[in-house]
């Protein structure tokens, strides 16, 4: 009978023990769920972005492969200038604030006291000229309206790359600052 006893218990602490571990299990292990989620989000957001905006995408390889082969790119940084761009961007960037928040119409006040004019002015006559346009790091949207306004001043060949300087010092690539 004791023997039954010692058993039935020790029965019982391992379904318990087993339980708590599985329902740990499944506590701990619904955070890559969390996370695939929030990655989706995130997914979905960047494509509708870049199917609102006309304009295409660019990875961080594609950008360093790009510049290497065709120095005819332009590149714009949409971050402030003085608590990022200055303190480093991709090699031979131009600098244009655009705003987070979606720029329908033209902001002055969001862009910096910048116009329009000297928005297109920057990118340049050639309306086939390469142009790729980038922020801080992929939910960052201030390269979504760069690249926006690009397409809506009517260049064809505009590209966000939205891993921005986060992800091309992520790549170890080396960037360029202020003095």
Known sequence: MLKFKTLAVAGMIAALVLGLSANAFAFFGSDKFEAEV???????KLLREVQRGGYDVMTTTELKAALEADKNILVIDTMPYKDSYAKGHVPGAAQ???PIEDMNEWNAEATDGKTMADYEA???PDKNRTIVVYCGF???TR?????AWAKKLGYTNVYRYPGGIFAWKGAGFPEESVK
């Open 96 to 98: 244009f604030l655009f």
């Open 138 to 140: 992929v939910k960052c």
């Open 122 to 124: 920057l990118l340049g």
């Open 38 to 44: 929030e990655k989706e989000q995130g997914a979905v």
């Open 143 to 147: 390269s979504h309206n760069g690249a």
